[in-house]
Protein backbone atom coordinates (compact mmCIF):
# COMPACT_ATOMS: atom_id res chain seq x y z
CA UNK A 1 0.00 0.00 0.00
CA UNK A 2 1.36 3.21 -1.14
CA UNK A 3 -0.09 6.74 0.61
CA UNK A 4 0.69 10.60 0.02
CA UNK A 5 -0.32 13.48 2.17
CA UNK A 6 0.37 16.93 3.27
CA UNK A 7 1.92 17.68 6.92
CA UNK A 8 2.38 15.35 9.60
CA UNK A 9 -0.42 12.29 10.40
CA UNK A 10 -0.58 9.05 12.14
CA UNK A 11 -2.25 5.64 10.84
CA UNK A 12 -3.89 2.58 12.72
CA UNK A 13 -3.14 -0.75 10.53
CA UNK A 14 -4.94 -3.37 11.63
CA UNK A 15 -3.70 -6.98 11.06
CA UNK A 16 -6.00 -10.05 11.09
CA UNK A 17 -5.40 -13.95 11.16
CA UNK A 18 -7.30 -15.45 8.53
CA UNK A 19 -10.00 -16.86 11.11
CA UNK A 20 -9.80 -13.71 12.60
CA UNK A 21 -11.04 -12.03 9.74
CA UNK A 22 -13.70 -14.95 8.77
CA UNK A 23 -15.57 -14.16 12.65
CA UNK A 24 -14.74 -10.41 11.98
CA UNK A 25 -15.97 -9.66 8.89
CA UNK A 26 -18.66 -12.18 9.03
CA UNK A 27 -18.30 -13.72 5.07
CA UNK A 28 -16.93 -16.32 3.36
CA UNK A 29 -13.21 -15.24 3.09
CA UNK A 30 -13.05 -16.40 -0.89
CA UNK A 31 -14.85 -13.26 -2.03
CA UNK A 32 -11.81 -11.33 -0.75
CA UNK A 33 -9.25 -13.82 -2.08
CA UNK A 34 -6.81 -11.63 -4.83
CA UNK A 35 -8.38 -8.22 -4.46
CA UNK A 36 -8.36 -4.84 -2.75
CA UNK A 37 -12.02 -3.67 -1.25
CA UNK A 38 -13.05 -0.65 0.85
CA UNK A 39 -13.95 -1.34 4.49
CA UNK A 40 -17.64 0.61 3.84
CA UNK A 41 -18.61 -2.21 1.50
CA UNK A 42 -18.25 -4.92 4.80
CA UNK A 43 -18.48 -3.06 8.11
CA UNK A 44 -21.55 -0.63 6.94
CA UNK A 45 -21.65 2.90 5.13
CA UNK A 46 -20.03 5.70 6.91
CA UNK A 47 -18.05 3.21 8.72
CA UNK A 48 -14.31 4.07 8.00
CA UNK A 49 -14.83 7.90 7.83
CA UNK A 50 -16.75 7.45 11.59
CA UNK A 51 -14.38 5.24 12.71
CA UNK A 52 -11.38 8.28 11.79
CA UNK A 53 -13.06 10.69 13.45
CA UNK A 54 -13.62 8.81 16.40
CA UNK A 55 -9.77 8.28 17.20
CA UNK A 56 -8.82 11.51 15.41
CA UNK A 57 -10.65 13.28 18.59
CA UNK A 58 -9.22 10.70 21.46
CA UNK A 59 -6.91 12.89 23.76
CA UNK A 60 -4.29 9.80 23.66
CA UNK A 61 -3.45 6.26 21.96
CA UNK A 62 -4.75 4.74 25.27
CA UNK A 63 -8.05 5.80 24.53
CA UNK A 64 -7.68 4.93 20.67
CA UNK A 65 -6.83 1.61 21.20
CA UNK A 66 -9.81 1.28 23.86
CA UNK A 67 -12.17 2.53 20.76
CA UNK A 68 -10.84 0.23 18.26
CA UNK A 69 -11.23 -2.64 20.68
CA UNK A 70 -15.20 -1.40 21.34
CA UNK A 71 -15.37 -1.22 18.01
CA UNK A 72 -13.97 -4.87 16.98
CA UNK A 73 -15.56 -6.72 19.63
CA UNK A 74 -18.87 -5.86 18.78
CA UNK A 75 -18.36 -6.71 15.17
CA UNK A 76 -16.95 -10.28 16.41
CA UNK A 77 -19.80 -10.94 18.95
CA UNK A 78 -21.99 -10.69 15.80
CA UNK A 79 -20.24 -12.70 13.88
CA UNK A 80 -19.89 -16.26 13.38
CA UNK A 81 -17.36 -18.39 15.08
CA UNK A 82 -15.33 -20.21 13.03
CA UNK A 83 -15.69 -24.21 11.90
CA UNK A 84 -14.14 -26.65 14.19
CA UNK A 85 -13.05 -28.47 11.71
CA UNK A 86 -11.36 -25.56 9.98
CA UNK A 87 -9.48 -24.41 13.10
CA UNK A 88 -8.25 -27.58 12.88
CA UNK A 89 -7.34 -28.29 9.52
CA UNK A 90 -5.67 -24.44 9.12
CA UNK A 91 -3.94 -25.25 13.05
CA UNK A 92 -2.29 -28.11 11.27
CA UNK A 93 -1.10 -26.40 7.95
CA UNK A 94 0.63 -23.96 10.00
CA UNK A 95 2.09 -25.90 12.51
CA UNK A 96 3.16 -28.59 9.63
CA UNK A 97 4.43 -25.31 7.74
CA UNK A 98 2.40 -26.16 4.84
CA UNK A 99 3.69 -30.12 4.29
CA UNK A 100 0.37 -31.97 4.98
CA UNK A 101 -1.96 -33.29 2.37
CA UNK A 102 -5.46 -32.95 1.45
CA UNK A 103 -5.68 -36.51 2.50
CA UNK A 104 -4.18 -35.87 5.70
CA UNK A 105 -6.57 -33.16 6.66
CA UNK A 106 -9.48 -35.11 5.66
CA UNK A 107 -8.44 -38.41 7.58
CA UNK A 108 -7.14 -35.79 10.78
CA UNK A 109 -10.50 -33.90 10.82
CA UNK A 110 -12.73 -36.25 10.08
CA UNK A 111 -14.07 -35.19 7.05
CA UNK A 112 -14.03 -35.42 3.10
CA UNK A 113 -11.76 -34.27 1.16
CA UNK A 114 -14.02 -31.95 -1.02
CA UNK A 115 -15.57 -30.72 2.41
CA UNK A 116 -12.46 -30.00 3.06
CA UNK A 117 -11.50 -27.72 0.18
CA UNK A 118 -14.76 -25.91 0.96
CA UNK A 119 -14.12 -25.29 4.21
CA UNK A 120 -10.89 -24.06 3.91
CA UNK A 121 -11.87 -21.90 0.91
CA UNK A 122 -14.97 -19.96 2.74
CA UNK A 123 -12.86 -19.70 6.64
CA UNK A 124 -9.09 -18.98 4.78
CA UNK A 125 -10.15 -17.79 1.89
CA UNK A 126 -8.32 -19.99 -1.12
CA UNK A 127 -7.68 -23.94 -1.21
CA UNK A 128 -5.81 -26.41 0.93
CA UNK A 129 -3.11 -26.83 -2.17
CA UNK A 130 -2.37 -22.60 -2.51
CA UNK A 131 -2.28 -22.22 1.35
CA UNK A 132 0.42 -25.11 1.76
CA UNK A 133 2.43 -23.26 -1.01
CA UNK A 134 2.08 -19.75 1.04
CA UNK A 135 2.44 -21.49 4.40
CA UNK A 136 5.87 -23.03 3.49
CA UNK A 137 6.78 -19.75 1.73
CA UNK A 138 6.21 -17.75 4.79
CA UNK A 139 8.12 -20.28 7.16
CA UNK A 140 10.49 -20.00 4.82
CA UNK A 141 11.26 -16.72 5.04
CA UNK A 142 10.40 -16.98 8.81
CA UNK A 143 13.26 -19.24 8.60
CA UNK A 144 16.04 -17.05 7.06
CA UNK A 145 15.00 -13.99 9.25
CA UNK A 146 16.18 -16.04 11.98
CA UNK A 147 18.97 -18.09 11.18
CA UNK A 148 20.39 -17.68 7.97
CA UNK A 149 21.14 -20.46 5.67
CA UNK A 150 22.40 -21.11 2.17
CA UNK A 151 19.59 -21.35 -0.08
CA UNK A 152 20.49 -24.78 -0.44
CA UNK A 153 19.94 -25.92 3.27
CA UNK A 154 17.15 -23.31 3.73
CA UNK A 155 15.33 -25.20 0.79
CA UNK A 156 15.95 -28.31 2.90
CA UNK A 157 14.69 -27.07 6.32
CA UNK A 158 11.22 -25.31 4.68
CA UNK A 159 10.47 -28.46 3.26
CA UNK A 160 10.77 -27.70 -0.61
CA UNK A 161 12.29 -30.67 -3.02
CA UNK A 162 15.50 -28.89 -3.88
CA UNK A 163 16.43 -25.17 -4.38
CA UNK A 164 15.10 -25.11 -7.86
CA UNK A 165 12.05 -25.87 -6.24
CA UNK A 166 12.36 -22.58 -3.57
CA UNK A 167 12.90 -20.60 -7.03
CA UNK A 168 9.88 -21.11 -8.78
CA UNK A 169 7.47 -20.80 -5.95
CA UNK A 170 9.13 -17.44 -4.58
CA UNK A 171 8.99 -16.14 -8.06
CA UNK A 172 5.23 -17.03 -8.48
CA UNK A 173 4.10 -15.76 -5.28
CA UNK A 174 6.52 -12.55 -4.74
CA UNK A 175 7.91 -12.27 -8.33
CA UNK A 176 11.04 -12.57 -6.49
CA UNK A 177 13.78 -14.73 -6.43
CA UNK A 178 14.39 -16.16 -2.49
CA UNK A 179 18.40 -14.06 -2.90
CA UNK A 180 16.19 -11.06 -4.10
CA UNK A 181 13.97 -11.07 -0.99
CA UNK A 182 16.90 -12.06 1.53
CA UNK A 183 18.57 -9.06 0.38
CA UNK A 184 15.79 -6.65 1.35
CA UNK A 185 15.17 -8.52 4.89
CA UNK A 186 18.54 -8.25 5.13
CA UNK A 187 18.94 -4.38 4.68
CA UNK A 188 19.70 -2.50 7.83
CA UNK A 189 16.08 -0.96 9.52
CA UNK A 190 16.18 2.95 9.52
CA UNK A 191 16.39 4.95 12.47
CA UNK A 192 16.76 3.38 15.99
CA UNK A 193 15.84 -0.04 15.18
CA UNK A 194 18.09 -2.65 16.16
CA UNK A 195 19.72 -5.58 14.77
CA UNK A 196 20.12 -6.19 10.62
CA UNK A 197 17.65 -8.67 9.71
CA UNK A 198 14.22 -7.83 9.90
CA UNK A 199 11.76 -11.03 10.98
CA UNK A 200 8.75 -12.04 8.24
CA UNK A 201 6.18 -14.11 9.94
CA UNK A 202 3.32 -12.81 8.49
CA UNK A 203 0.78 -15.60 9.62
CA UNK A 204 1.46 -16.45 12.85
CA UNK A 205 3.30 -19.56 12.08
CA UNK A 206 5.28 -21.37 14.83
CA UNK A 207 8.65 -20.39 15.73
CA UNK A 208 11.28 -22.65 13.65
CA UNK A 209 12.34 -25.54 15.67
CA UNK A 210 16.38 -24.78 15.67
CA UNK A 211 18.86 -26.68 14.14
CA UNK A 212 21.18 -29.50 16.47
CA UNK A 213 24.19 -27.37 16.04
CA UNK A 214 21.89 -23.77 17.67
CA UNK A 215 20.33 -25.35 20.34
CA UNK A 216 21.84 -23.84 24.15
CA UNK A 217 21.89 -26.89 26.99
CA UNK A 218 18.56 -26.54 28.42
CA UNK A 219 18.06 -24.70 31.97
CA UNK A 220 16.40 -26.85 34.27
CA UNK A 221 14.46 -23.64 35.43
CA UNK A 222 13.10 -23.35 32.17
CA UNK A 223 9.62 -23.95 31.29
CA UNK A 224 7.69 -25.40 28.85
Given at each position: ???????????????????????????????????????????????????????????????????????????????????????????????????????ELSRATGLGQRRIQQLLREHVGLPPQTLSRIVRFHRALAMASTAPDSLVDLAGRAGYHDQSHMNRDFRALSGKTPGELLHLMRRRPAGHSSGHIQSFNDFGLPPPHPRAADRQPADPNDSL
Open positions: MVAGFDGAGHAVEIDLTPLGAYQLLNLPLHHLARTVIAPDHIMGPGWAANTTEQLAAALSWPRRWQILDALLARRLRAGTLPSPAAVQAWSLLRERGGAVSLR
